[in-house]
């Protein structure tokens, strides 16, 4: 995608500059730079008159007779932002400008460019106003092109992972979305090397600041935009411009402009869609349960009112009014074997699971209403007539799934099928909730278990039903690691450290801070731990308490930072 404005160097191209024999004198490292304007002036205090941008032409007729007048005139135009000044001779100077005027021009690295040939400036306007107004009509075609794209992947429900990838398409730019915590989320390389445009991906990002919705860090090279929607910002949106990642600078050192306008409206939308579409598919979710998955997942997403549901239940034979309701959910251990294969192979391993739950619950007589309810779980809400018989319905129900996953992939086996569908008791986990006595309160137990499984994934132990106890506070974040609000919590506690840690590579004081904690606040142990003199680790907590602003001493700071760098383990952990 074209520059909206043309460079110094197109305009001296063009044919009625060439007419005039231009020569570049000085300052030719600027050349690149962009013209916004052409301004003539004849007068030696012009630049009070200008903003920045414009190329100014001159005969030199007006301009100061001495040194230091001419000094102070390259100055004044340097200082204001020009882009260049192009000098017709043979009015004011007849075989060349000032050497003086070069020097200056060099020195504060403007392209100064002479005429050699009489030229009418009228011409030169209307050739680079011409330019110009045409570069601005492809950057509004350009900009038009993005709003029609993004709508449409709006309209269609486009993925993330689409909508990334149209954005680099369009800019030509690697993007990248990441979460709070600086983890990515997805990206497109643009055709460059993904392995050196993501490693070391959390240390670099830290090092680029966002103030505002959107900002260019001309530093990096990375343009960032927040996303979120309803007030809430879940992630950032970076693109890197330009592609090869240096920014160009003048000579006199200070970076160029930022990245072109219709960049920022192209990144500023996709962060839009991808806002949308997290809500637009929340909602399609909720709809598509509550047609395809069942009274169940209607419960979990508030879709029917809890009456209907139990009406609808009792039609199916399944009672929950006056029963104690349990929730549970079995799910595979790991989500790479659910997706083995991929997609087809993860939907039938899914359909596989459904229907042995449904058949375990068979085969002990246990009445509930069954179905997956997403793309990794079944669920099921147990309905009892005894509170009572809780623990031994659950156990009951976990024996029973077991022996029909075992003897399920017997027959696979006996039939030529692959015998790792199915098989091995710790293949799946079977997490319940706590029981309730109210089908108003079966939402609460069904959510516990989704949670209980999940943090299960993590693991090991072959426990025949997975409760909260069994969970822990590493677990409990690890099922929270998606919550915004746990990774605000994980920068708002850690951020400073991070930072530090980023800029320093060779220290990482993180490590330091979390043998202190672990040791539990025990030095000469966290020393040892650390591997450290307890001078150096001594100096390294006293630095962690002024970079953090806390006392370490504090057992109320010191659990708060622990439980932070729990989170932000479970948030670093896929």
């Known amino acids: 995608m074209a520059a909206v404005f043309p460079t110094v160097r197109e305009v001296l191209a063009l044919d009625p500059v060439r007419h005039g024999a231009p020569r570049v004198v000085a300052g030719d490292a600027g050349l690149d730079r962009p013209v916004r304007w052409i301004h003539i002036a004849e007068v030696p205090d012009i630049a009070t008159l200008l903003g920045g941008g414009e190329l100014v032409l001159t005969t030199g007729i007006g301009l100061p007779g001495d040194d230091a007048g001419l000094r102070a005139f390259i100055g004044d135009l340097a200082d204001v932002g020009v882009s260049g000044l192009v000098v017709e001779l043979g009015r004011r100077y007849l075989t060349g400008v000032p050497r003086v005027m070069v020097a200056a021009a060099e020195r504060r690295g403007l392209p100064l460019v002479e005429l050699r040939r009489a030229t009418p400036f009228v011409r030169i306007t209307e050739a680079v106003h011409a330019l110009i107004v045409d570069a601005q009509l492809t950057e509004l075609r350009a900009t038009e092109e993005i709003h029609q794209r993004f709508n449409d992947l709006s309209v269609e429900g486009a993925d993330t992972a689409e909508v990334i990838r149209q954005a680099a398409e369009l800019s030509g730019c690697p993007v990248v979305l990441e979460n709070l915590s600086r983890q990515v989320l997805g990206y497109d390389p643009a055709g460059e090397s993904a392995e050196l445009l993501l490693d070391g991906w959390e240390q670099h990002s830290r090092r680029i600041p966002l103030t505002g919705r959107t900002a260019y860090d001309p530093d990096s090279g990375w343009l960032v935009t927040a996303v979120g929607a309803r007030g809430q910002d879940w992630g950032r949106l970076l693109l890197r411009w330009p592609a090869s990642g240096d920014v160009p600078s003048a000579q006199s050192g200070e970076p160029t402009a930022g990245p072109p306008t219709r960049l920022t409206i192209l990144l500023e939308r996709a962060a839009s869609t991808l806002a949308l579409g997290r809500l637009i598919r ?198 929270l690691r998606d919550e915004p609000r746990l990774q605000t919590f994980v920068e708002r506690e850690l951020g400073a450290l991070l930072e530090y840690d980023a800029r320093h590579p060779r220290e990482q004081l993180l490590d330091t801070l979390r043998a202190y904690l672990e040791q539990g606040r025990n030095k000469t142990a966290g020393a040892a731990a650390a591997h450290l003199s307890r001078p150096a680790f001594y100096e390294r907590l006293a630095r962690i308490a002024r970079i953090l602003d806390v006392d370490l001493d504090s057992v109320e700071a010191s659990l708060s930072l622990h439980v932070a760098l729990l989170a932000l383990e479970a948030v670093r952990t896929p």
Not at 303 to 308: I, L, Q
Not at 368 to 385: E, M, R
Not at 445 to 471: G, N, W, Y
Request: aromatic residues 2%; positive net charge.
């Open 282 to 479: 929340r909602d399609a979710e909720g709809l598509e349960r509550q047609i395809h998955r069942t009274l169940l997942t209607a419960l979990l997403d508030h879709s029917r009112p809890v009456d209907e549901v139990a009406l609808r239940a009792k039609a199916l034979g399944v009672v929950l009014d006056r029963r104690h309701l349990v929730g549970v959910m079995v799910r595979h251990r790991a989500e790479d074997l659910v997706g083995e294969n991929g997609p087809e192979a993860g939907q039938a391993r899914l359909r596989d699971l459904s229907e042995a739950v449904g058949q375990a619950l068979r085969e002990v007589k246990l009445t509930a209403l069954t179905s997956a309810v997403d793309d990794n779980s079944v669920g099921v809400l147990l309905a009892l007539t005894d509170p009572a018989a809780e623990d031994r319905a659950l156990s009951a129900f976990a024996t029973a799934l077991r022996r029909v996953r075992l003897d399920s992939g017997a027959t696979r086996v006996a039939s030529g099928a692959d015998p790792a569908r199915g098989v091995g008791a710790g293949a799946v986990i079977v997490a319940a909730g706590s029981g309730v006595g109210s089908l108003r309160e079966a939402r609460r137990s069904l959510v516990e278990a989704r949670q209980i499984a999940e943090a299960a994934r993590r693991d090991r132990r072959d426990l025949p039903v997975f409760r909260l106890p069994h969970v822990g506070l590493a677990g409990l974040l690890h099922l």
